[in-house]
């Protein structure tokens, strides 16, 4: 969403895919040869670059595919633990902290935690479905030092979106994403791929191109939260090929950023890109809520180590496809 990468993620070439379309239907349990991820999918070193903390668990839309869902009672941390978080944080030298949720901006405090962030010398951006967006909101989210605003789109249409996201939103959302832009706030727009709505991909990118937005992001939809509820909408293998071809054609000529997230296409970042729950836990990354350990109970010195030993055994734990892991080809060389 902006946030800085410890690589970047591209589509795949257009004469490369994993996997015949007949050997999908014969094989469905697919092992791919040259498996970069014990290669060369590196480990945490020093410092993290970027966390995703969903300050808050409520949300103000019930989306259908919502990742942050548990089967645990959980709360939102208090401000004093929250700005702990911000100093720990900060000490372990991470660059951009991405306020996420639920819907971060139903957390009172956020703001002060913002500022805390800019004080403590970290980058910032939002994830939100922009909905809450208003004139004064966007003027001091620009004040603070917002440096990007992830929002979410489930479609081109409002009837796509809405029937994902709730009846009204997509229309919210778009006041939401004019109120940030006249604010000169970056927004980036994040796409959860489904069978819902990948019929409208290009259509997506066609809209955003209006927006005055940078980028556009497409995700796919994975067995997380209420997603794990959702199998006939995932994308299947002929389905994935399909858009990301045409995706990658739209990224040739766009005037705005077409690319793809991880749970889409590529290396996985998990514990290279760790989360952070409403209530403290680290977990692998955003999608995941398996929990690896509390950030307020575990000394500072332990965090970059603990995540080094989590790491191979929570790759790919958002449950994508094996097809979406592309080859090493997506993984710089210099990696
Ligand atoms: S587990 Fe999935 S969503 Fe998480 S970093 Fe890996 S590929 Fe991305």
């Not at 139903?106 to 500022?115: A, G, I």
């Not at 989210?141 to 997509?170: I, K, M, N, Y």
């Not at 790759?315 to 094996?322: A, I, T, W």
């Amino acid at each position: 969403m902006g946030a800085p990468k410890p690589w970047p993620t591209r589509w795949p070439e257009p004469d490369y895919y994993p996997f015949d379309d007949d050997d999908y239907f014969e094989e469905p349990d697919y092992e791919i040869e040259d498996d970069p991820q014990e290669e060369s999918y590196p480990l945490p070193e020093e410092r993290i670059q970027s966390v995703t903390w969903g300050v808050t668990h409520p949300c103000n839309l019930r989306c259908v595919h919502c990742y942050d869902v548990v089967d645990y009672r959980r709360q939102d941390l208090n401000t004093v633990d929250a700005l702990d978080v911000i100093q720990r944080l900060a000490w372990v030298g991470v660059e951009f902290v991405v306020f996420s949720g639920g819907e971060p901006l139903l957390r009172k405090d956020l703001f002060d935690l913002m500022s805390a962030c800019q004080s403590a010398g970290m980058k910032f951006g939002m994830r939100s479905n922009a909905t809450l967006v208003t004139q004064e909101t966007a003027s001091i989210l620009r004040q603070l030092g917002l440096a990007v605003a992830g929002v979410s789109l489930d479609g081109a249409t409002a009837e796509t979106h809405d029937a994902v996201r709730g009846p009204g939103s997509f229309q919210k959302t778009m006041q939401g994403i004019a109120f940030l832009r006249a604010a000169d706030i970056p927004v980036n727009i994040e796409v959860v791929l489904s069978r819902r709505n990948v019929h409208q991909s290009l259509a997506c990118v066609e809209l955003v191109e209006q927006l005055g937005v940078q980028e556009i992001n497409f995700s796919a939809l994975t067995p997380q939260g209420r997603g794990a509820w959702l199998r006939e909408d995932y994308l299947d293998y002929p389905a994935w090929r399909e858009v990301t071809a045409s995706l990658y054609q739209a990224s040739q000529t766009s005037k705005v950023s077409v690319s793809p997230a991880c749970a889409l296409v590529g290396a996985c970042v998990a514990c290279i890109e760790p989360n952070i729950t409403c209530d403290g836990w680290v977990t692998p990354c955003y999608l995941s809520k398996r929990r690896l350990f509390h950030l307020l109970e575990t000394p500072v010195e332990e965090f970059i180590p603990r995540l080094r030993r989590a790491r191979l055994g929570n790759l790919d734990v958002c449950g994508r496809p094996k097809w979406t892991a592309v080859k090493a080809a997506h993984v710089p060389a210099n990696r």
